[in-house]
C-alpha cells in the first residue's frame, strides 16, 4: 500500500511563493487521481486541487485558481503543489491524499483514501 509524505512548508510573507511535495512510498502512484487538501485555523478541511493522472486533467479550488499549479513527476513517485502570491488565507495544514489503485473512476474527493500527515504554511501580512 502506498504511503505518502508531504513535505516543503515553511513560513513565507504575503506576495511569497512555496512548492510543496508529496512523496510516494511503498509503490508508485496507481491511482487515477491525487489531490491536496488544506486544513485553514479554525476551519473544516478543503480541498484546494486534484489531478486526474490517466488523462492530465486538473482541477482547482476557485480560491487558488490561477496562483497554484499541481503537478505529477511519475519518475520521481512525487506529486507537488506550486503555491505563489500566498496570502493570509492560505495559512494551513497542507495534506495529499490519493484514490486506491482499484478504483478506476470517479470524482477525486470522494474516492481518495490514503493521506498523508500534512506540513504546514504559515503566511504572514
Known amino acids: 500500500q502506498v504511503q505518502l509524505a508531504e513535505s516543503g512548508g515553511g513560513s513565507v510573507q504575503a506576495g511569497g511563493s512555496l512548492r510543496l511535495s508529496c512523496a510516494a512510498s511503498?509503490?508508485?502512484?496507481?491511482?487515477?487521481?491525487i489531490a491536496w487538501f488544506r486544513q485553514r485555523p479554525g476551519k473544516e478541511r478543503e480541498w484546494v486541487a486534484d489531478?486526474?493522472?490517466?488523462?492530465?486533467?486538473?482541477y482547482y479550488a476557485d480560491a487558488v485558481k490561477g496562483r497554484f499549479t499541481i503537478s505529477l513527476d511519475n519518475a520521481k513517485n512525487t506529486l507537488y503543489l506550486q503555491m505563489d502570491s500566498l496570502n493570509v488565507d492560505d495559512t494551513g495544514l497542507y495534506v495529499c491524499?490519493?484514490?486506491?489503485?482499484?478504483?478506476?473512476?470517479?470524482?477525486?474527493?470522494?474516492?481518495?483514501?490514503?493521506w498523508g500527515r500534512g506540513t504546514l504554511v504559515a503566511v504572514s501580512s
Open positions: 491524499a490519493a484514490a486506491p489503485s482499484t478504483v478506476l473512476s470517479g470524482k477525486c474527493t470522494d474516492t481518495v483514501d490514503t
Open positions: 511503498g509503490s508508485p502512484f496507481n491511482t487515477h487521481c
Open positions: 489531478i486526474y493522472t490517466r488523462v492530465g486533467v486538473k
